[in-house]
């Protein structure tokens, strides 16, 4: 176990330091108008449906910040585990074996200011399919030191909440609400501000769950995918 886990924190550093180590531009994350008129389909360019057999598995660097941390653990709980109240059709949880994991969550300094986090494969990523289908595991989530002071902010913790949702709803193929299809409409027609995938924060506006359109996405594809296949979504 030693062995293996100093073996995990030196790609992690690698990440830190080199970034080639990241491979980018890939379809994971909020898509690229104007491929994003569908979430979570068969055969969509931006499909990312990657939870194998239903279940979606998070683990977290040690030096990732504590409150962030808390913030991922209780958005897997409420936002993504299945429950009677929470219909998403998956089996989400924190893990402590990144072997284990399909998502690795990291810090780092992000040159991009303006970015809280974002989510990419790697170069250790599995990856499988390709063009249309590609898909990858473990997928990362890099959360940008430079707004640790936010999600550290006691007085306003749906910043943290926010962040963590929105960021853990992108590993799952989840889009944002207030993005356009190719056709110029709003992938969501209404109640774009209610969930924790809409971008256009800020004032009072830092929602920090998921919206009934957000599990309805999640329920259509899962637990229907085994990585190895496309995605397997019901119409
Ligand atoms: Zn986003």
Redesign the pocket.
């Known amino acids: 176990m030693k062995h293996r886990l100093s073996a995990i924190l030196a790609i992690g550093a690698l990440y830190l330091m080199s970034a080639p180590g990241v491979v980018s531009a890939k379809n994971w994350?909020?898509g690229v108008p104007p491929k994003q008129a569908d979430r979570c389909t068969i055969q969509d360019e931006d499909s990312q449906c990657t939870a194998q057999n239903g279940t979606h598995t998070v683990w977290v660097l040690s030096s990732v910040n504590s409150d962030l941390k808390a913030a991922i653990t209780a958005s897997v709980e409420n936002d993504y585990d299945d429950s009677s109240s929470n219909n998403t059709d998956i089996n989400a949880s924190m893990v402590s074996d990144p072997g284990a994991a399909d998502v690795w969550v990291f810090e780092k300094d992000d040159a991009v200011a303006n970015r809280w986090g974002y989510g990419t494969c790697t170069s250790d990523s599995t990856f499988g399919e390709s063009g249309l289908n590609e898909w990858c595991r473990p997928q990362a989530i890099f959360f940008n030191n430079d707004h640790e002071s936010e999600w550290e902010d006691d007085a306003h913790p749906e910043k943290r909440r926010w962040v963590t949702c929105?960021?853990l709803g992108?590993t799952l193929g989840l889009r944002?609400p207030n993005d356009v299809d190719q056709n110029g409409n709003y992938l969501e027609s209404s109640n774009r501000t209610s969930s924790c995938?809409y971008?256009g924060v800020g004032g009072s506006t830092w929602p920090g769950n998921l919206y009934s359109y957000d599990r309805e996405h999640l329920r259509d594809c899962y637990p229907h995918h085994t990585i190895g296949d496309p995605p397997q979504c019901r119409d």
């Open positions: 994350g909020a929105h960021e992108h944002h995938m971008t």
